[in-house]
């Protein structure tokens, strides 16, 4: 049994690499995709709310292109960037998923950074994410695909979780995630700190450092960037679940989506990220263009912040491509012999050195 898994519920997934049970870390149960006819219990607080924010996120577009000043506007691209950082580097590789390890001052960097996001504390955002992951598009799946595009982009969140969700869910291992003081802090005081770093800084900063309106500050920097970074964050579980190539696994939702990637600081390429959620970059190499997060892991690796990041040999890639690619995989990578000439003769190489 997987060491994460506490009962002997029905695995749909990897997270760590130990759970692997194949050579190329796949596992060899067969997925089982199906949304039941659940009645939909809704959560008209959730509804008004998020109506709300989106109208308002309309208007702070409008300020965004037409009446901001343009140090409102800058600020509100650096807070998507942090705060997609706190998602992306923090809670969904760093916490979630284990791909690699940080030492305390990147932690914090990242657990503030995720607490401006505002998507919930990252010990819920994870524990969420995990069974995303482990009961992948079945009814434990909290963004369960299988129910359609609406659901798994915004409806999930305005509804009661599946009864099968809370009870697979109590299998789940968090203990790694507990034993972190900062997670611990940053859940225990969450109704203080999310309100502080997702809106009133925010506001207050372009306020008082180049004396923006109140009403630029709150609809831009707050409102606007807040929802524009959740639609975001929400078109990987739809868009990047319903549209692209699946070069790794042809047997999942999940694809590899260039468009949602480059909004999502790397976090499009899909379908390689559910067949090996561990591997840190979240993509295979040659990706790192479009792939920020993974530069910015690598940047706190040199200088020693972020250790033991776990990638996936070429090797493996191979054998899981053949063996479950839909055949859109068309390049290895360096050497393949399929590798046209000229891109190998015109390609970049730094201190390179052939053996
Ligand atoms: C938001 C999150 O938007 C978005 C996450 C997206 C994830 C995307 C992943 C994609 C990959 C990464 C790419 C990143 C790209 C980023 C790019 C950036 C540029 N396991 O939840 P409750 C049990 S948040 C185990 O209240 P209800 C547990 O006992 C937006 N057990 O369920 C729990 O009690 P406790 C802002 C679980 O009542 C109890 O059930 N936030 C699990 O059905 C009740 O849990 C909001 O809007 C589990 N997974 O309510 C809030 N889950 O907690 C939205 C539950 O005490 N949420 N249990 O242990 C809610 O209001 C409610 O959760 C609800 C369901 C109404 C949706
Ligand atoms: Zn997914
Ligand atoms: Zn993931």
């Known amino acids: 049994m997987a060491p994460n898994i506490k009962d002997g519920a029905d695995l749909n997934g990897v997270l760590f690499e130990d759970d692997a049970s194949t050579p190329d870390y796949a596992l060899a149960t067969a997925p089982v995709q199906k949304a039941d006819n659940y009645p939909r219990k809704l959560v008209w607080r959730n509804i008004i709310l998020f109506a709300y924010l989106h109208l308002a996120a309309v208007y702070g577009a409008y300020l965004f292109l037409f009446s901001a000043k343009w140090q409102t506007d800058i600020f509100a691209y650096i807070l998507y960037v942090i705060s997609g950082l706190g998602i992306t580097a923090g809670a969904h590789r760093l916490w979630a998923h284990k791909s690699y390890k940080a030492k305390w001052p990147l932690r914090l960097i990242l657990i503030i950074f995720n607490t401006v996001s505002f998507q ?6 994870s524990r969420d994410h995990r069974m995303h992951h482990k009961y992948s598009e079945t009814d434990a799946d909290p963004h369960n695909a299988t129910r359609g595009f609406f659901f798994s982009h915004i409806g999930w969140l305005l509804v009661r979780k599946h009864p099968e969700l809370k009870r697979k869910g109590k299998g789940l291992d968090l203990s790694d995630l507990y034993a972190d003081p900062i997670l611990r802090f940053q859940k225990k005081y969450y109704l203080l700190l999310m309100p502080l770093g997702c809106f009133i800084m925010p506001t207050v900063v372009p306020v008082y450092f180049w004396g923006e309106t109140w009403t630029n500050a709150f609809f831009v920097a707050a409102l606007f960037r807040y929802t524009f970074i959740l639609n975001v964050t929400w078109l990987v579980n739809s868009a990047a679940h319903k549209w692209g ?38 993509a295979e190499l040659g990706n790192n263009r479009l792939n920020f997060t993974t530069n910015f892991i690598n940047f706190f690796a040199k200088i020693g912040w972020a250790y033991d990041l776990k990638t996936v040999s070429d090797e493996i890639i191979q054998n899981r491509v053949k063996r479950t690619g839909d055949g859109s995989h068309h390049l ?9 000439k000229e891109e190998v003769n015109a390609a970049i190489r730094i201190n390179p050195k052939d053996e």
């Open 245 to 282: 190539h699946k070069p790794y696994d042809s047997s999942i939702k999940p694809s590899e989506n260039l468009s949602v990637s480059l909004f999502a600081l790397g976090e499009g390429f899909h379908n390689y990220h559910h067949t090996f959620p561990w591997d840190y970059k979240t």
């Open 332 to 340: 290895w990578g360096w050497g393949d012999k399929d590798q046209p």
């Open 120 to 125: 919930d504390s990252a010990l819920d955002w």
